[in-house]
């Protein structure tokens, strides 16, 4: 059972990279997915989360209208694709299922899968020119 995430990189702002999280072992149709980020001084973020059954997405402030959260069941895979990136968004991103939490729940007051849920490794993402 894991998680495998993958798509970080180095972009200058304003670019684009899209994230994807590959799930074996399990089927990711009956978790809620999510996209964390942690920086050094910053601390854990929920980035997005969305829930496999209904599709409904949370996004953080932080990144509403620039990043979009996305599940193809079929292939076992949550994507964020990340537009008009920033400096701000440097940070390592990963991907969590949980079976329990709805989708804002997993990112605000949870902050993370339950101690029987998923991490995937995390995937650096650095935004400078």
């Known amino acids: 059972v894991q998680l495998q995430a993958s798509g970080g990189g180095l972009v200058q702002p304003g670019g684009s990279l899209r994230l994807s999280c590959v799930a074996s072992g399990f089927s990711a149709s009956f978790y809620t997915l999510g996209w964390f980020r942690e920086s050094p001084g910053k601390g854990r973020e929920g980035v997005s989360c969305i829930s496999s059954s209904d599709g409904s997405p949370y996004y953080a402030d932080s990144v509403k209208g620039r990043f979009t959260i996305s599940i193809d069941n079929a292939e076992n895979t949550v994507h964020l694709q990340m537009n008009s990136l920033k400096p701000e968004d440097t940070a390592e991103y990963y991907c969590?299922?949980?079976?329990?939490?709805?989708?804002?729940?997993?990112?605000?007051?949870?902050?993370?899968?339950?101690?029987?849920?998923?991490w995937g490794q995390g995937t650096q993402v650095t935004v400078s020119s």
């Open positions: 969590a299922a949980d079976r329990s939490y709805s989708a804002p729940a997993l990112c605000t007051v949870a902050g993370g899968p339950g101690e029987n849920d998923y």
